[in-house]
């Protein structure tokens, strides 16, 4: 049971990794300003996910077992932050990005790697025993929801959609 965790935890560090470094490339790379903010935003959250993922995986692998959010939260330290493995050998993402370079293809794939840890850490919270375990999926899985809907509202922005944060802007209806 513990190597599965583990290689679950292994699988969920790497991805939040890859996002990591797709948003701090991508930041660089789109031209709006807004789109950026985001962007850098969501590098910061990858990376508090990757602090969060290598502290439950070394707990459990001394036989300690998940630790609570709270715990993760509190115990961090600059020596905890030095030496982060952030930047995978290879980035799907960024090669998928380097096809076509533009805001909303960032947005698109972004949207896509964020369907899909949701799907990820769902799945894992489905065979979730533990308290400490349930209680940090499920704030990782409200935390990708919370990344999927900015990205959303995002393209909603750039499309101009009419719509923003799931509001209308404007009706043509309205317009005279």
Same mark, same amino acid.
């Given at each position: 049971?513990?190597?599965?965790?583990?290689e679950?935890l292994? =699988?969920a560090?790497?991805?939040?990794?890859?996002?990591? %470094?797709?948003? %701090?490339?991508?930041?660089g790379? $789109? %031209?709006? !300003?807004?789109?950026?903010?985001?962007?850098h935003?969501?590098?910061?959250?990858e990376?508090d996910?990757?602090?969060?993922?290598?502290? $439950?995986?070394?707990? =459990?692998e001394?036989?300690?077992?998940?630790?609570s959010?709270?715990e993760? @939260?509190?115990?961090?330290?600059?020596? @905890?932050?030095?030496g982060?493995?952030?930047?995978?050998?290879?980035?799907?993402?960024?090669? !998928?990005?380097?096809?076509n370079e533009?805001?909303?293809n960032?947005?698109?794939i972004?949207?896509?790697?964020?369907e899909?840890?949701?799907?990820?850490?769902s799945?894992?919270?489905?065979?979730? =025993?533990?308290?400490?375990?349930?209680?940090v999926?499920?704030? $990782?899985v409200?935390?990708?929801?919370?990344?999927?809907?900015?990205?959303?509202?995002?393209?909603?922005?750039?499309?101009?959609?009419?719509?923003?944060?799931?509001?209308?802007?404007f009706? =043509?209806?309205?317009?005279?």
């Amino acid at each position: 049971m513990t190597e599965a965790v583990l290689e679950k935890l292994r =699988v969920a560090l790497k991805t939040e990794m890859v996002g990591y %470094s797709f948003y %701090s490339e991508a930041a660089g790379l $789109i %031209s709006d !300003e807004h789109g950026k903010n985001v962007f850098h935003h969501l590098a910061k959250e990858e990376l508090d996910h990757i602090k969060i993922l290598m502290k $439950i995986a070394d707990s =459990v692998e001394a036989g300690r077992g998940w630790i609570s959010f709270g715990e993760n @939260a509190s115990g961090a330290s600059e020596e @905890a932050d030095k030496g982060l493995p952030i930047f995978p050998e290879t980035n799907e993402l960024l090669e !998928e990005f380097k096809t076509n370079e533009t805001d909303l293809n960032a947005i698109n794939i972004a949207l896509d790697s964020e369907e899909k840890a949701i799907a990820f850490y769902s799945g894992m919270l489905k065979t979730a =025993v533990q308290d400490d375990e349930i209680e940090v999926l499920t704030r $990782i899985v409200e935390m990708e929801k919370g990344h999927y809907d900015l990205l959303r509202w995002e393209k909603d922005a750039l499309s101009n959609s009419g719509f923003w944060m799931d509001q209308m802007e404007f009706s =043509v209806e309205m317009e005279k």
